[in-house]
């Protein structure tokens, strides 16, 4: 393939990789050694090095001791990877996998133990849960792991060109959103799936989590962030298995990145990484706050400016 591989939308992505005959992650990597002035092995090693990075953190945030300086999070992921080990948990080796390897990359994020941005700190379990599970739980091979994550990847640069991955700008859809969509889509490549099912798995996981405001707890990245990394990997899988059953997404993926975009223009700014809204304005927040920072939240989120109307 000679032409310039575009991410402008979802669509243009799944329909050059169709007519080259390749998986999506093939054409970014050409492209990028091609952007890059290196060789496509010397991309791939960089891109191994990141997924290097990822495995690191799952064994560390899985310690039953591990806590966040706030001490608001730590020791879940433990717990999950305790009962899936001990076949306690209700949904198997994979779906049960991916939960604690999620909680156990948010969890280490927060005690800042290994920052992973995937695409963001608040998102940061959600993909490599998703592609360390192929791995260890399917079966899947180093190497394409390491190559979903190039079409993982491509699928970040779309929903960034077309919408948002800041939940500062668009909520909590923007940033697990985007990193579910991103995920499924490296499922479908490492379950065999063909690029058109990876698009439909994008627009499976967008419409499933669209309008997720963003409303952490005391401002830190903590409540309810690092639970719904576990709900955004769950839901990267379900959107995976319908897209490789056959099912297809009414709307394509570029019209539901575009919606994301216009609900998070709607969206309050109290519902919006502020802090003001949501799950950070309940009298518990509030009392986590104080516990937090020593000092009251002044009824008012964490800017006192009155936007979330004193819930």
Request: glycine share 14%; net charge negative; with cysteine.
């Amino acid at each position: 393939m000679t032409e310039e591989l575009k991410y402008d939308s979802i669509a243009g992505l799944a329909a050059a990789a169709e007519k080259a005959g390749e998986a999506i992650s093939a054409l970014v990597l050409r492209q990028q050694a091609r952007q890059l002035e290196k060789t496509e092995a010397e991309v791939f090693a960089q891109m191994r090095g990141t997924y290097a990075v990822m495995a690191a953190c799952i064994q560390p945030g899985c310690a039953e001791d591990l806590r966040s300086a706030s001490g608001l999070s730590g020791g879940d992921a433990f717990k999950m990877r305790r009962a899936v080990e001990g076949g306690k948990n209700l949904t198997g080796g994979v779906l049960g996998g991916a939960l604690y390897r999620a909680l156990a990359v948010s969890e280490l994020n927060a005690a800042m133990g290994r920052v992973v941005a995937a695409p963001t700190a608040g998102s940061c379990g959600i993909l490599p849960a998703a592609v360390l599970t192929m791995q260890q739980e399917r079966g899947c091979a180093e190497r394409d792991c390491v190559m979903a994550l190039f079409t993982a990847s491509a699928v970040g640069m779309v929903i960034t060109a077309n919408a948002s991955v800041a939940g500062a700008q668009g909520g909590c859809q923007a940033e697990c959103g985007s990193a579910a969509a991103m995920a499924a889509a490296a499922i479908v490549e490492l379950a065999g799936g063909s690029p058109r099912q990876a698009a439909g798995a994008v627009a499976i996981a967008l419409k499933n989590i669209l309008g997720l405001v963003c409303d952490p707890v005391a401002g830190l990245v903590e409540i309810p962030c690092i639970k719904r990394n576990a709900s955004g990997v769950a839901g990267a899988f379900v959107a995976a298995e319908l897209a490789l059953a056959g099912i297809e997404s009414a709307i394509p993926a570029d019209e539901v990145i575009v919606a994301m975009k216009k609900v998070g223009d709607a969206m309050s700014p109290a519902l919006k990484e502020t802090a003001e809204g949501g799950l950070a304005a309940t009298p518990t927040a509030r009392r986590l706050y104080e516990q937090v920072f020593g000092r009251p939240a002044d009824g008012a989120g964490c800017a006192g400016c009155g936007g979330c109307g004193g819930l």
